[in-house]
């Protein structure tokens, strides 16, 4: 393709392919190509505007003359690619190391607690220890000064067992939520899949441009090298242009294949992944300060309870003490306490000593992976639940003699905090339904309504289900007669004061019910088993729960599923599971 061998004026022959008014025109010169008026023309126009005229061009000049203007192509072609703009504020990341970090330092508050706990329980123990081995008198020692010891002793019993009861509130209602394992990997792998699919949907629009981008190259190559092979023969400039035309169609698809694919779109999915994904640590986030509030706040309740219970028992030691008077000791002595000494010659040198022998109760395994200590299986002492009682009484008095007036809702609510009042409470129902299940009047069921209603509030926000199984029991027992139309006078049960209360319909509580129940029901059958029994409810109150669930608006197919998830999860037989369905009473 030598253009040397070529006559100069080939453009002022007959056979030349410019029409006279493009012969002087190096911008009309390429009209035959314009194919892509919007884009190829244009670029190319800008590439070309210095060149000489295309009759005084040669093949020497074929690639001489070609310029690559990847500025114009990007602004003509590629549509504005998604540049990584750093984000400013908080990232995902940043949130869940927060939320990681936070329950980590849950769990250290829980260990912290445990730990306080057993010095607790270690300080109780040595106090019963050192009680156990006082002795209060000796032979002929007056009474004030023996009752001024006892009292010391009975002090020393009581503040362990005021710190055994501290410790075991703390232990149970004091625990911090910190098991985060399970959302946070979860969110983490939800964040990691994002993040992938973002990449490889860049990837492939970065390839796909580059792809683009090369195709561009090669079709502006061919149309230049067309533009300029006016001199060759016929049959050599029909092949390059069916080259240059086949390479144009080619670039155009992939052109059009790079303007459909959206550039923002998948960086709007990734935002609005990483928006849930922070939403979701925010509400783990929130779960864990809440937490953490609700631990320490009912730990400062029980340690005022302790200091009150000190308090108490302090002035009754106090009051002891202020009635030891050395001379009326003394006299007391000599008048008759000397005759025991007369004795001491018959009786041993060494006093007999009682030392309290603690037998180490063996745990199941079941217990232990709970960390149910010995302490936890224990029941409170005695003379707490007297105390309790004697509390409380006043609210059952009102109740079944329909009094009232006396009853001071605020007081009543401040007590039902602890969920050990609240179970006193109901067992102090329970007793005095069983003597009267009858009240006098619809007000004093109200009444009992409305001390329900305070006592499950607690009970639904600390998620006490053993207070509400108490009062589920009661609910249908517990009745009054509706006597506001003579002729027709109606039974009315504790049920209709308590049927719109929020808490029943919670499927957790109707859950945590149901395992209480089968627990009681086995229970109960475990002191009659023999050789030949079967696995089977017993009680009235498990043979019967579906149609408690039903009694407060839970739906029956709620009912069935939640009966047989439970069912599944203790691993109980589909005979068992199909008894408490059909409510069967053996």
């Known amino acids: 393709m030598a253009s040397t061998d070529l006559p100069s004026p080939i453009a002022d022959s007959a056979d030349s392919p410019v029409t006279p008014s493009c012969k002087n025109s190096p911008r009309r010169s390429i009209e035959t190509f314009n194919l892509h008026a919007v884009s190829i023309s244009t670029v190319y126009q800008s590439d070309t505007e210095g060149s000489p005229r295309y009759s005084s061009l040669s093949a020497s000049d074929d690639t001489g003359s070609i310029s690559t203007t990847s500025g114009s192509f990007d602004a003509t072609f590629l549509p504005p690619a998604s540049v990584a703009v750093p984000r400013k504020g908080v990232s995902v990341e940043n949130r869940l190391a927060r939320v990681e970090l936070g329950y980590k330092s849950n769990y250290h508050l829980n260990e912290v607690l445990s730990e306080f706990c057993d010095i607790g329980s270690e300080y109780a123990n040595r106090l019963q220890s050192l009680a156990d081995r006082m002795d209060t008198t000796f032979v002929g020692e007056s009474t004030g000064a023996t009752a001024a010891r006892e009292a010391f002793r009975s002090y020393i019993l009581k503040l362990a067992d005021n ?3 501290f410790v075991d509130a703390v232990q149970h209602e004091c625990v911090i939520p910190d098991d985060i394992s399970r959302p946070c990997a979860q969110i983490r792998v939800d964040l990691e899949n994002a993040m992938e699919r973002y990449e490889a949907s860049e990837a492939q629009r970065s390839s796909l441009a580059a792809a683009v981008e090369d195709m561009y190259l090669q079709t502006k190559t061919t149309v230049a090298m067309c533009s300029q092979a006016f001199h060759e023969p016929p049959s050599v400039k029909t092949s390059l242009h069916s080259g240059m035309i086949s390479v144009f169609v080619k670039f155009m698809q992939k052109n059009l294949e790079l303007n459909q ?14 928006g849930r994904l ?4 925010r ?12 631990s320490f706040s009912k730990f400062m309740v029980y340690e005022t309870a302790r200091l009150r219970s000190l308090q108490y028992d302090m002035n009754q030691f106090i009051n002891v003490l202020e009635g030891v008077k050395p001379e009326v000791e003394w006299s007391q002595f000599e008048s008759e306490g000397y005759r025991d000494l007369g004795d001491l010659h018959l009786q041993s040198s060494h006093a ?18 709970y ?12 003379r707490v639940l007297q105390r309790i009682g004697r509390t409380l009484s006043k609210y059952i008095d009102a109740v079944w003699k ?3 007036e006396t009853v001071v809702m605020s007081d009543f609510i401040g007590e039902m905090q602890s969920s050990l009042v609240r179970q006193v409470f109901c067992n102090l129902v329970t007793t005095q339904s069983l003597r009267s299940n009858k009240l006098p009047s619809i007000s004093s069921l109200k009444l009992l309504g409305r001390l329900f209603g305070a006592l499950l509030v607690f009970s639904q926000r600390q998620g006490d289900a053993w207070s509400g199984y108490a009062i589920l029991k009661l609910s249908e027992f517990i009745y009054a007669i509706d006597d506001s139309d003579p002729e027709q006078p109606q039974r009315r049960s504790l049920r209709n004061c308590l049927y719109s209360h929020e808490y029943w319909s919670r499927i957790p509580f109707w859950e945590e019910c149901l395992l209480i129940a089968i627990a009681q029901d086995m229970t109960a059958h475990f002191d009659d088993v023999r050789p ?19 009694g407060f608006g839970i739906s029956i197919v709620e009912a069935n599923a939640l009966i047989e998830r439970v069912c599944s999860r203790l691993c109980l037989p589909v005979d068992y599971t199909q008894s408490l369905l059909e409510g069967v009473h053996p």
Request: aromatic letters at 6%; proline letters at 5%.
């Open 402 to 404: 329909d009094t009232e």
């Open 278 to 281: 922070s939403e979701a640590l």
């Open 371 to 382: 960390a149910v200590s010995r302490l936890a299986l224990s029941a409170p002492k005695e």
């Open 261 to 274: 694919v959206p550039s923002d779109t998948s960086r709007a999915i990734l935002d609005a992944e990483t």
């Open 283 to 294: 509400l783990l986030d929130a779960n864990r300060l809440c937490g953490m509030r609700d």
């Open 532 to 550: 030949d029994s079967v696995l089977r409810p017993v009680t009235r109150e498990l043979t019967g729960f579906k149609q408690w669930m039903i």
């Open 163 to 165: 710190q055994r009861e």
């Open 352 to 369: 007999t000593r009682h030392y309290a022998n603690y037998l180490k109760t063996t745990i199941p395994e079941v217990f232990r992976n």
